[in-house]
């Protein structure tokens, strides 16, 4: 069953520090894998896209590295910005499948002052 | 160029009433895709749809479910005789036509049936 878990579910750190969320995905074959970010009542924006060859890719303060071998990614998050608050979901894009993403539960950020 | 659209932003309906939810995709884009997000749970894929084209209904459920994505006018995804456990925020997106990775997401609908 193509699944996508995410830890930790939930994080809160302080203003200025990094961070790293974790994604492990059962989705094989696989065609590319995605980073979004939600705030609260709104819909999904995408942060990075990476195909099934490449390792890492960055955005910013944001930087997703992916392991196709072990089917791990990574979201690394530096100087953390109290607007970094949101959840942010791995998801993976079966190869072939046209549209049919599978999506993280995500993983809740809250950045303290 | 405004992002994807979507009507209403939120919606209640009672228990057996019909529920309609619209979504304009950004301009030029011609792939439109519905995922349903239940409290506390990740979205789910719906439906894949091309203009006056399903592609891929894998993810909607068999019954009082439909949608649709005519030659002119937005998407509609239509619930009719909604139940409790259809409440949940409806996202749609939209990507250009050639099979872009990119899918650009609306605010989503969030559906209350009482």
């Known amino acids: 069953k193509n699944q996508v878990e995410q830890s930790p579910q939930s994080l809160i750190i302080l203003e200025g520090k990094n961070c790293t969320l974790q994604c492990n995905y059962t989705v094989s074959p696989f065609s590319n894998l995605r980073w979004y970010k939600q705030d609260t009542g709104r819909g999904p924006v995408s942060l990075t896209i990476?195909?099934?060859?490449?390792n890492t890719k960055s955005n910013g303060r944001y930087t997703a590295t992916l392991d196709a071998d072990t089917k791990q990614s990574s979201l690394h998050i530096t100087a953390s910005q109290l607007s970094d608050s949101a959840s942010y979901i791995c998801v993976v894009s079966p190869r072939g499948s046209q549209g049919n993403l599978i999506f993280g539960k995500g993983t809740k950020l809250s950045v303290k002052p | 160029n405004a992002g994807v659209m979507q009507n209403p932003r939120h919606l209640v309906r009672r228990r057996g009433q019909e529920a309609r939810l619209r979504c304009s995709p950004m301009?030029?884009?011609?792939?439109v895709y519905w995922y349903r997000q239940l409290p506390e749970e990740g979205l789910k894929f719906m439906v894949y749809l091309q203009k006056e084209n399903i592609i891929d209904e894998s993810g909607m459920p068999k019954e009082r479910f439909s949608a649709e994505f005519p030659k002119e006018g937005p998407s509609i995804l239509r619930i009719q005789q909604v139940v409790r456990g259809d409440s949940a925020a409806y996202f749609c997106?939209?990507?250009?036509?050639?099979?872009?990775?990119?899918?650009?997401f609306g605010p989503g609908t969030r559906l209350t049936v009482t």
């Open positions: 997106a939209s990507s250009p036509p050639g099979g872009s990775y990119e899918q650009y």
């Open positions: 990476m195909t099934f060859s490449e």
């Open positions: 301009k030029g884009h011609s792939h």
